[in-house]
């Protein structure tokens, strides 16, 4: 009890506990590896088991997630939307889904789920968050085919910022749009902004539609031409807004007819 | 029954041609989906009355297209004329055939929607639409032709079953 309260014996019993312990260790290790080794077909079929459940767990959580991405992405869409309606309060709006584009790779249309049963008319504006998209062309009940203002017989009456500049814009064949009718003495340059002016009352005034990307001046034309870099990605039209308070001036009885004047 | 399947498909291909195929563009051209189906159709059909089917197929592209109605009806039945011409009186070797028409279908399409264009006042630079527009829808309707043409056989196949075992 003394020597083994002073110290003195711990030397003695490691001495002769560690072949033991050596031994024991030894053994432990060699039965868990028979004892895996008999186990292990059983382990295999559960582990292949929650292999499986576990793979279907991440399928699921994955079509979860692109899920919820497409619903990130469709509510910060009807966000901007929306902000876009109460910068504008002066406008009535109908959102409308994109359902398709036209077959045709040179004719820019597109249909939208809005008809006539929800307020459209033909020749409502039809604008994104980002800006101008186009009017609409034909309306059913409960569809309308929009003309977009990159298609080639679409013309938009706009206004150069900060000049002040009128000019007319114009589809094409390709989706590329241009300014054309820009007066020579105009000083206008990349960068500028473009907004619907509101002239031949086709479409409400100040509706941003892009930015000049480049200018063509020839001495010889009457006018200047420009490239337009579109504000509105018309690849990825999704949901659009129809200016549903918005009547065009129908141009027509103003419009005299051949042989009446002189 | 046999007639009735290709109204089917090509109310398939129309629904195809509007949600996909015309997002598949190479510069500014996209593939005619109905057209191909009424092409690899008719090179592969029982059938010997094409005119419907190619009526049908314009009226289907009419009416999702911002063309007049009756401007693809035109168009597809031209086209049906002019593959059934082929058919009977020059080629017979199936895929130089489908090849063949396959680009003399697209350049009669385009050529009639061009000239309407023109008629109804639209202005637009030819030689840009010939580049840019026409020839990748060319190459693209051949490309997609071959699969099309195969599929069509497959339902051919189905439909016409006493022709194989013969």
């Known amino acids: 009890m003394l020597l083994a309260i002073s110290g003195a014996i711990t030397p003695v019993a490691d001495f002769l506990v560690s072949p033991f312990l050596s031994v024991q260790q030894w053994m432990t290790v060699r039965y868990q590896a028979f004892q895996d080794f008999i186990n292990s077909p059983t382990d295999l079929a559960r582990l292949r088991q929650r292999n499986i ?31 876009f309606a109460r910068s504008q309060r002066e406008n009535e709006y109908r959102a409308a889904s994109v359902i398709f584009r036209d077959p045709r790779p040179f004719l820019k249309y597109i249909v939208i789920d809005v008809g006539s049963d929800d307020g459209v008319l033909a020749g409502m504006p039809v604008v994104s968050a980002e800006g101008l998209v186009g009017r609409v062309d034909a309306v059913s009940s409960n569809a309308a085919r929009v003309q977009l203002i990159t298609d080639t017989a679409a013309n938009v009456n706009v206004i150069i910022q900060p000049s002040d500049t009128t000019a007319v814009l114009q589809g094409s064949i390709t989706s590329d749009i241009s300014l054309d009718l820009i007066t020579k003495d105009a000083n206008v340059s ?3 902004l473009i907004l619907t002016s509101g002239l031949g009352g086709n479409y409400p005034g100040n509706i941003l539609v892009g930015q000049i990307a480049s200018v063509r001046t020839s001495a010889t034309a009457l006018f200047q031409e420009a490239a337009v870099q579109p504000a509105v990605d018309f690849s990825r039209l999704d949901i659009v807004l129809v200016i549903i308070d918005f009547r065009p001036v129908d141009m027509e009885p103003l419009i005299p007819e051949e042989g009446t004047i002189e | 029954m046999a007639g009735i399947v290709i109204f089917v498909l090509l109310i398939f291909a129309t629904l195809l041609q509007n949600s996909i ?76 055939l489908l090849l063949t028409s396959t680009i003399l279908s697209s350049l009669l399409v385009y050529a009639v ?17 010939f580049n840019l527009l026409l020839l990748p829808t060319i190459v693209l309707n051949l490309i997609f032709s071959l699969p099309i043409y195969g599929v069509m056989g497959e339902v051919g196949k189905l439909l016409y079953p006493e022709k194989v075992e013969a």
Do not use: C, H
Request: hydrophobic letters at 55%.
């Open chain 1, 190 to 192: 990349p960068g500028d």
């Open chain 1, 53 to 83: 459940e576990l793979e279907a767990e991440v399928a699921n959580l994955q079509s979860q997630v692109i899920s919820l991405q497409q619903q990130v992405t469709e509510v910060e869409l009807l966000s901007s939307l929306l902000d």
């Open chain 2, 21 to 96: 195929v015309n997002q598949i563009s190479m510069l500014y051209g996209s593939a005619d989906l109905v057209l191909l189906v009424l092409l690899a159709w008719i090179l592969q059909s029982e059938e010997k009355q094409y005119w419907l089917p190619g009526f049908f197929a314009g009226f289907l592209i009419g009416l999702s297209s911002a063309l007049p109605v009756w401007l693809p009806m035109v168009e597809y039945v031209l086209v049906v004329a002019v593959v059934t011409f082929l058919q009977r009186r020059v080629w017979q070797v199936p895929i130089w």
């Open chain 2, 113 to 129: 929607e061009f000239i309407y264009l023109i008629g109804t006042g639209v202005e637009f630079d030819l030689l840009t639409a």
